[in-house]
C-alpha cells in the first residue's frame, strides 16, 4: 500500500482534513501505525500504477494455474462422514454437484458462512430441526455474536465554491473521489487504543442525482450482538440476518455515537471547512443535547460493512465458541472456517486487511507452517 499525498485530496477532503487537525485530532503519517491511538490522514491506497490491487490479483492470480475456479456456482452445505468433512455440496443453477476433498474450508463472510454450516445440520440443534436441517452437530454458537459497527451520517448543504473546487479538481486530475480521509480517536469512556471513527464523504452522486457532503461517525468497538438464522433448509431460503444494533443493554453503543455526533459538529464549525459548507439537513440543528441527539441516532443508525463474529473462535468450554485457533469446527475434522466471521470481537476498524491475515495464518497452519 502507498501513502496518499495531501496535493492528491480532494478540496473537502483536504477541507476535512484540515478541520479535524484544527479539532484537535493529530496529524499522522500513517493510519495503520499501532502505536497511535488518535489520528487523521488520508487512507493508503492499494494501487500498483493505475490498478486497484485485491485478494484475487495478490493471491489467486500467482498459482491460477493450479486451481479449478467454479463460477456461479454456490455452496448448499458441507458433506460429512464419521465426523469428518468429505467435500461440498455446489448448486450450479439448477444442478447440485458434490466435490471430494480432504479438507474443506469455508470462506463465505459472516452471513454465508454460518449459514453454509447451518444448512449442513452444523449448529444450535433445537433451532435446525425446526427449520427441516437434520442435526449433525450441536454447536449452538454458529450464527450467533454477528455484530457490525453501527454508524450515522452528519449531512450539510455545500457552497458553490466546494462545487466548483470539486469539478475543478476532477477537471484538472481525472478523478473525483468520494472518499479519501480517516480520523480516528479514543472516545471519552475509551480504556485502550481507540474505538470512533469520522469519516467525510463529498462528492455527486450519481443515484441521487446530486451533490452529498456528510460527516460519518462509527462505533469501533460495539457491544451489541446479533445472529444469522436460516428461514429452510435450501440455498434459495431466506437468512434472517439480525445484527440488533444498539441493543447491549448499558447503551455503551449509543452513547458513543452520540459523543461521535457532537464531535463531528465541532469539525464543522472549524473555519477551514465551516466556509465550505452549509446549513446541517441531518439531524439539523434543532437535534441539540445527548437526549434528542441519542433519539436520532435510534432513528437513523445504518451499518458501516464490517459484520464479523458470527462463527466465534474461542476455546471449546465457550458455549458461543465454533472454531478453535486454527479455524478447525469444534467437533468436526477437516472443516475449518477463515474469514472474518470467527473474529471474536470486530477489529477497531477495516476488516480487510484483518481477515487477509485471517487467511494467511489459518493456510500456514493448514500447511504445518509457523
Known amino acids: 500500500m502507498r501513502p496518499v499525498g495531501l496535493d492528491e485530496l480532494t478540496p473537502f477532503q483536504r477541507a476535512c482534513r484540515d478541520a479535524l487537525v484544527a479539532a484537535g485530532i493529530p496529524a499522522v503519517a500513517d493510519l ?8 487523521v490522514a488520508p487512507c493508503p491506497v492499494n494501487i ?4 486497484r490491487v485485491n485478494s484475487a490479483f495478490a493471491y489467486v492470480d500467482p498459482v491460477r494455474d493450479r486451481l479449478i475456479v467454479a463460477g456461479d456456482a454456490h455452496v448448499e452445505r458441507v458433506l460429512g462422514r464419521g465426523g469428518r468433512a468429505v467435500g461440498v455440496a455446489v448448486r450450479d443453477g439448477e444442478r447440485l454437484a458434490e466435490i471430494g476433498a480432504s479438507r474443506v474450508v469455508v470462506c463465505a463472510g459472516a452471513y454465508g458462512s454460518p449459514a453454509i454450516l447451518l444448512r449442513s445440520g452444523v449448529g444450535p440443534a ?4 425446526v427449520v427441516g436441517v437434520k442435526p449433525v452437530l450441536d454447536l449452538p454458537g454458529v450464527g450467533r455474536n454477528l455484530h457490525d459497527q453501527p454508524c450515522v451520517e452528519v449531512w450539510y448543504e455545500g457552497s458553490a465554491e466546494l462545487i466548483e473546487g470539486m469539478e475543478r479538481h476532477q477537471a484538472e486530475t481525472g478523478w473525483r473521489p468520494a472518499e479519501q480521509v ?9 480504556r485502550q487504543g481507540f474505538d470512533l471513527h469520522i469519516y467525510p464523504v463529498g462528492g455527486y452522486s450519481e443515484n441521487l442525482s446530486a451533490w452529498c457532503w456528510f460527516l460519518g461517525v462509527a462505533c469501533l468497538t460495539p457491544l451489541s450482538r446479533g445472529s444469522v438464522r436460516l428461514t429452510g433448509p435450501h440455498l434459495e431460503d431466506k437468512l434472517v440476518i439480525d445484527h ?3 441493543s447491549d443493554p448499558g447503551g455503551h453503543d449509543r452513547a458513543r455515537l452520540a ?7 465541532e469539525v464543522a464549525r472549524a473555519p477551514e471547512l465551516r466556509k465550505l459548507l452549509g446549513r446541517e439537513t441531518s439531524p439539523g440543528p434543532g437535534v441539540s443535547g445527548r437526549q434528542a441527539i441519542e433519539c436520532f441516532i435510534d432513528r437513523a443508525a445504518v451499518h458501516y460493512y464490517y459484520p464479523a463474529g458470527s462463527c466465534k473462535m474461542w476455546p471449546a468450554s465457550d458455549p458461543d465458541s465454533v472454531v478453535g485457533t486454527s479455524g478447525r469446527v469444534h467437533g468436526i475434522d477437516g472443516l475449518h472456517v477463515a474469514d472474518a466471521s470467527i473474529m471474536p470481537a470486530v477489529t477497531s476498524g477495516n476488516t480487510n486487511m484483518p481477515t487477509t491475515v485471517i487467511g494467511e ?8 507452517l509457523p
Open 361 to 368: 495464518r489459518i493456510a500456514r497452519s493448514l500447511l504445518g
Open 48 to 51: 500498483d500504477g493505475t490498478t
Open 182 to 190: 480517516i480520523a480516528k480517536f479514543p472516545s471519552a469512556g475509551c
Open 259 to 265: 459523543e461521535g455526533v457532537e464531535r463531528a459538529r
Open 244 to 246: 440488533r444494533y444498539l
Open 32 to 39: 495503520n501505525n499501532l502505536d497511535e491511538n488518535a489520528g
Open 126 to 129: 433445537g433451532e435446525l430441526a
